[in-house]
């Protein structure tokens, strides 16, 4: 017995400490992977979270107990930090993005700056608890250290190190799938193992993007007649060049959703402009985003390419410099001078890189010479600033032309200085987020109306297409309560996705609203089709006018390949097997076998392997390079 307890004193004597250590920063790293999964509404996988906690704790263990030095202790506690940062980013970066972080995003970190005062809005104060963590582990350590004995533990050590690789390396590589969405991968394991399998990924990826070759040339035949196939819907369209000539000018506006078309608080409209533009234009009221990991960027990119933009880091930041069969290279080709509007820097995003191959001639930058940074509002010069500057800007614009503006002024947080708050809410409104949104939508509504104004008194209205669309929403699920409670709606995943998308024809006077379900790739072919573009088109969209059956696929934002259509709703699952997806019959809404869903579903996955595979073999301008005029 006296042996047994000697053998026992002896291990809490040289492990006590480093097991006690080793205890709590598994727990805690344990606390905090549950607490952002629990955020992210999926259930944990607590058996490979505790897992991978542990190979964390075995990491710092193994730096605190390496001798007694400060130095090591102090490491090992900032090494903790550090990855208890890089849990907080993606905590932040998912909230936003609907996505964890990626190794690829790292280049981005110097828009932190642009965009500072909405990541703040995204930090929320229960995320103390995401913290709380540090100074407990500080006292204990300091508590620790005084009582480890002088020695130097190099083998046990580098054995606790190795051991916690393995741990971190199993959960990353047994589990894990490309096929899983982002947030059932940190459900699965926490966001170190995922981080090493998606950066694992991407390497790999980054390998496996091989010049195209010959033996290509029959998937470039079935792709070219693919094509084809669509393009003759364009042709075939009663619409087919009857605004042949005509301008073509496109607002992308920042963070505008549907809901507050038509929508009235107190008796009083929110976008009387919008509301007005609805009436005498073609509105799609059923039109989703579709963005990726470019957001804003993507939206552009989507609405002005018609494909999917896959791409790690989104498409202007990815593949800047392919060949592409934009709006803008195809309108050029036609004639028209084209440029692109963006009131920050040509930098961001990448714009000034990416708009030369989009086929933008001129890019309106805030430092282009014609364009003058008067007044700033958030992200960039302020939309009416910026309206009113283009409208000047068309005056010598040779005709026809094509403009695409992309306005800024409605951003996160939505806080608008009060001279520009000229909506007049009830007192609940007042600091909600959601009263911030309306004043910043009434904010654009209103400059937005005065650019109409503006084009109508130039003899501009009825010579332009003019479309509207907003890129992706404003409001964020963590706002659900407040904007449900204060409009009396549901804002949902679906409400959240739906933009708005009116398009005014020349000399149109009579609305037509088209309940089709459609989406940002809408917009290019519907554009094609009105001027009646014979070169040979790549695109997934469909002419709006032509679409029956209304389909909207996402390849971000939710899950992969989940759709929206007239008829059926398909959410993929977050592990990526078809049939456990949920099916919903949209006429009855409600659930029905998965099968039912599976022609759209089949249909996205090809859209959006042949998207890849275009984009990522930079495969856009070969495809009809024989039918293209250079
Ligand atoms: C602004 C954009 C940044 O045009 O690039 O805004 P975000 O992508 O965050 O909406
Ligand atoms: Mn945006």
Redesign the pocket.
């Known amino acids: 017995m006296r042996g047994l307890i000697a053998i026992y004193r002896g291990i809490v004597k040289k492990w006590g400490f480093p097991i006690l250590f080793l205890g709590f920063i598994t727990i805690f790293w344990a606390l905090k992977t549950l607490y952002f999964v629990h955020e992210l509404d999926v259930s944990p996988h607590k058996k490979f979270i505790l897992l991978a906690s542990g190979g964390l704790g075995l990491w710092i263990t193994a730096i605190f107990f390496i001798n007694k030095s400060k130095v090591s202790a102090v490491v090992s506690l900032l090494i903790y930090t550090l990855f208890s940062f890089l849990l907080y980013a993606d905590v932040v970066y998912e909230r936003y993005y609907d996505a964890i972080l990626n190794i690829d995003l790292l280049g981005q970190a110097d828009q932190v700056g642009d ?1 500072f005062d ?1 990541i703040i809005s995204l930090l929320y104060i229960s995320d103390v608890f995401y913290w709380l963590d540090i100074p407990v582990l500080i006292v204990l350590s300091v508590l620790v250290f005084k009582r480890i004995p002088k020695q130097t533990n190099l083998i046990g050590s580098f054995s606790l190190f190795v051991l916690g690789t393995v741990c971190i390396l199993i959960t990353a590589f047994v589990p894990l799938k490309t096929s899983y969405s982002d947030q059932y991968k940190v459900a699965l394991t926490g966001v170190i193992p995922s981080h090493i399998f998606d950066t694992t990924q991407t390497i790999l990826d980054q390998k496996r993007v091989v010049e195209v070759s010959a033996q290509n040339q029959e998937m470039m035949i079935k792709l070219q007649e693919r094509f084809l196939r669509n393009q003759e819907v364009q042709k075939n369209s009663t619409s087919f060049g009857k605004y042949n000539g005509k301008n073509v000018i496109i607002v992308q506006a ?2 505008l959703n549907n809901f507050p078309i038509n929508l009235k608080v107190s008796g009083k409209e929110i976008t009387p402009n919008l509301n007005k533009l609805v009436e005498e234009s073609y509105y799609y009221p059923n039109t989703y985003l579709q963005i990726g990991r470019g ?3 993507d939206a552009e990119f989507v609405a002005n390419n018609s494909i999917y933009p896959i791409a790690s880091k989104g498409i202007y930041k990815t593949f800047p410099t392919n060949d592409y069969l934009s709006l803008g290279s195809v309108l050029r080709k036609e004639g028209y001078s084209t440029s692109a509007t ?1 009131g ?1 820097t040509p930098e ?2 990448n714009r000034q890189n990416a708009y030369e191959n989009q086929g933008y001639e001129q890019f309106y930058h805030m430092n282009h010479p014609k364009i003058n940074a008067d007044e700033i509002l958030g ?1 960039g010069i302020s939309d009416e600033s910026i309206f009113n500057q283009m409208l000047e800007i068309y005056q010598e614009e040779e005709k026809p032309f094509y403009s695409f503006i ?1 306005s ?1 002024s409605v ?1 996160r947080p939505f806080e608008l200085p009060e001279e520009y708050q000229l909506l007049d809410l009830p007192g609940q409104f007042n600091n909600s987020n959601t009263g911030n949104y309306l004043q910043s939508v009434h904010y654009f509504d209103r400059a937005l109306g005065m650019f109409i104004d503006g084009l109508k008194q130039a003899n501009l209205w009825d010579e332009t297409i003019f479309v509207v669309y907003g ?2 929403y404003g409001l964020l699920p963590n706002d659900t309560e407040g904007i449900e409670r204060l409009l009396d709606i549901t804002f949902d995943e679906k409400t959240r996705f739906q933009i708005p998308l009116i398009m005014h024809y020349p000399g149109q006077e009579e609305g037509v609203v088209n309940e089709v379900v459609a989406s940002q790739m809408d917009i290019a072919p519907t554009i094609t089709t009105l001027i009646g573009i014979e070169q040979p088109l790549i695109q997934f969209g469909v002419p709006l006018e032509e679409k029956k059956e209304g389909f909207a696929g996402f390849a971000y934002e939710t899950t992969k390949y989940s759709y929206y259509s007239n008829k059926f709703d398909y959410i993929a699952s977050h592990d990526g097997v078809y049939e456990r997806g949920t099916c919903i019959n949209n006429e009855t809404n409600e659930q029905i076998d998965v099968e039912a869903c599976r022609a759209g579903y089949e249909k996205l996955y090809e859209d959006i392997e042949i998207s890849k595979f275009l984009l990522e073999n930079n495969q856009i301008g070969r495809v009809f390079k024989d039918l293209i005029p250079q």
Do not use: C, R
Request: charged residues 10%; proline residues 0%; hydrophobic residues 35%.
């Open positions: 965009i909405s920042e963070s957001n804003t960027s963006h920050n961001f995003w992200l992309v800024l951003h890129d992706h």
